[in-house]
């Protein structure tokens, strides 16, 4: 199993500029959730997807948008991207409450 | 939301155990104690959770103190592999909580060879 997978591994915008990030799963989880780290913080849950067809905002969703595409896949989409979403952006997914599995990040400038 | 509060840093020698504090005062009934850790330029790996009573898996143990006001992860022997970011996460058993884990800084584990 891959786990979970995230492309692209790095990404350089401009400001202004838009993108989406993709994120798959292999593990047939139910919920998947994209989080933001900025350097020297915790991680913080910009949207979540509780199961296929149902997604919500986390803690700071302002400039981005998702899209469950099906139970594997759950994109997050920057329309117009700020320099303050410069971060690395991880995915995650889960079966049950308990753990979370992460792929290994995508680490976006916006300059 | 309840809170956690973690020490910034720890050390610890290789073989050596390793404890990791965490205070959470403010917990409600239905708040699972989680651990995660993250290695450098790693996405968090889940290590433990637990609620009332301590735990153990392969990984790391998890003593929980009788108030629930505090706990503790117990890494028996640590190694290199373990130098990571430690976070004490938690985590809500229900409602529009669902899932949702609140990362604080975390406590930096250095060991020493």
Redesign the interface.
Known sequence: NAG?TQTPKFQVLKTGQSMTLQCAQDMNHN?M?W?RQDP??????IY?S?SEGTTDK??VPNGYNVSRLNKREFSLRLESAAPSQTSVY?C?S?HT?????????TRLTVT | DAKTTQPNSMESNEEEPVHLPCNHSTISGTDYIHWYRQLPSQGPEYVIHGLTSNVNNRMASLAIAEDRKSSTLILHRATLRDAAVYYCILRKSGGTSYGKLTFGQGTILTVHP
């Open positions: 979970v919920s959730y989080y020297g913080m915790g991680l913080r849950l979540y509780a986390g803690e991880f995650a889960s409450r308990w753990e979370q599995y992460f792929g290994p990040g």
